[in-house]
């Protein structure tokens, strides 16, 4: 059986500046991966260098069927120090703009995945009242410079992000994590004190909550208001999970629900879509968090082969948001090709349902274009449609890009059942 998408739907992959482009020696994350006994297992050195070799790579996408390309622009770069803009970094960004344009890629901007400029960091960082005037200012000045070339915005990826990976047990709470050397040395080297150190992605306070989702808006009015010349949708992308009980499980599924999604559903009204990154599903018994039951396959990230999540997130979001659906993440880390092309196929086959029963799907993006740089795991995780062999950075391209590139250039899907 073959189902045709919608006419105009986005087929999209995606990348986040850190992870691919190398160097990027002024953002917390470059510093929290060589603080002495840091927690990421390498540090990200010239990443697969797609700073410098984004036209190739924008082209091998190109090539390959996809008619979107969700990445980041790095704050780190563009606002080295505060109030002082790079020119140079902005034309960069354009230039990879300009190059989409060229190869028929509609680009989807990202202000911020994860990564933020040490001086940010320095003065609270995501606890801090001033930075969502200070995402505002850059968002503004982005758009300004980039605007006319964006085709799509996302403000911040995966705004709850340091709720989640407490929640699951991935990194330590606050208290805890003050008191790790690592975490007083990262404190040192910016002038600050570990507890008033806030980096993204280690953020879970109800305090950093408010800021992420205060800057969130802030930044989405900037990018409206600097972009009125030529509009585009706006959106944030959340880390949404399919959250399930087991009999007993009930109730603290519902409050990890609401924790982790629900919340955050509250503060997108307004917003011109959401984005929905899903992975895999988390179980919950009456004493928490479920390991993955015996013998069910995992990915290389632990968590359980699940693309059938994506599809209850997709309603999810849509039933509580109102909004409508861009898959701005889909993906999984593994080394066997043939299950990537499964995983993307039964994805898929959920974003199918919902659109037959009418749901408002605007595009798939698969994660990750390449083999990159998967933050505290280091290079070992292989998301990628495409590998790199990072002696030679040499690209190329896998089973499974030539398979969604197919789905995407005929913008159907044949055997989805």
Not at 193 to 211: G, I, V, W
Not at 398 to 405: D, F, H, Q
Request: aromatic residues 12%; proline residues 5%.
């Amino acid at each position: 059986m073959t189902f045709s998408f919608p006419k105009g739907f986005w087929w999209g992959t995606a990348t986040a500046a850190h992870q691919v482009e190398g160097n990027n020696t002024n953002s917390d994350t470059w510093l929290l991966e060589h603080v002495p006994g840091t927690i990421f297992v390498e540090p990200s050195g010239d990443a697969i260098d797609h700073y410098h070799r984004y036209h190739d790579d924008i082209a091998l996408l190109a090539r390959l069927g996809f008619n979107m390309y969700r990445f980041s622009i790095e704050w780190a770069r563009i606002e080295p120090e505060e109030g002082e803009f790079s020119l140079a970094a902005l034309d960069h960004y354009r230039r990879m703009l300009a190059t989409c344009h060229e190869h028929g890629i509609m680009p989807m901007v990202t202000f911020h995945h994860f990564t933020s400029p040490r001086w940010l960091i320095a003065r609270g960082g995501w606890e801090s009242k001033i930075t969502p005037d200070r995402f505002a200012r850059y968002c503004e000045r982005a758009t300004r410079h980039l605007g006319d070339l964006i085709g799509a915005a996302c403000t911040i990826n995966e705004a709850n992000i340091g709720p989640l990976i407490v929640a699951w047990g991935y990194t330590p709470p606050a208290d805890v994590l003050h008191q790790a050397p690592w975490w007083q040395a990262t404190a040192q080297a910016l002038g600050t004190r570990p507890d008033q150190l806030s980096s993204f992605m280690l953020a879970s306070s109800p305090l950093s909550t408010e800021t992420v989702l205060m800057a969130h808006r802030c930044g989405f009015e900037a990018i409206k208001a600097a972009s009125a010349s030529k509009t585009f949708p706006v959106g944030i992308t959340l880390a949404l999970q399919d959250i399930q009980a087991v009999p007993g499980g009930e109730t603290i599924a519902a409050q990890k629900r609401h924790q982790i999604n629900d919340m955050f559903y509250a503060h997108v009204k307004g917003d011109d879509f959401i984005g929905v990154q899903t992975y895999s599903r988390a179980r919950f018994g009456p004493n928490g968090l479920l390991p993955p039951e015996d013998g069910v396959e995992l990915t290389q990230m632990g968590y359980e082969f699940w693309p059938e999540a994506l599809e209850t997130t997709i309603r999810d979001a849509i039933a509580k948001t109102g909004l409508p659906v861009i898959v701005t993440e889909s993906g999984i880390g593994t080394d066997d090709d043939s299950r990537r092309r499964e995983y993307i196929r039964r994805a898929l086959g959920g974003v199918v349902n919902c659109l037959r029963d009418g749901l408002d799907v605007r595009g798939y993006t698969y994660w990750s274009a390449f083999d990159n740089f998967e933050w505290m795991l280091g290079y070992r995780p292989t998301f990628g449609l495409v590998a790199v062999d990072r002696k030679t950075q040499v690209r190329t391209q896998k089973p499974s890009a030539t398979y969604l590139g197919d789905i995407a250039r005929k913008n159907a899907l044949d055997s989805y059942m």
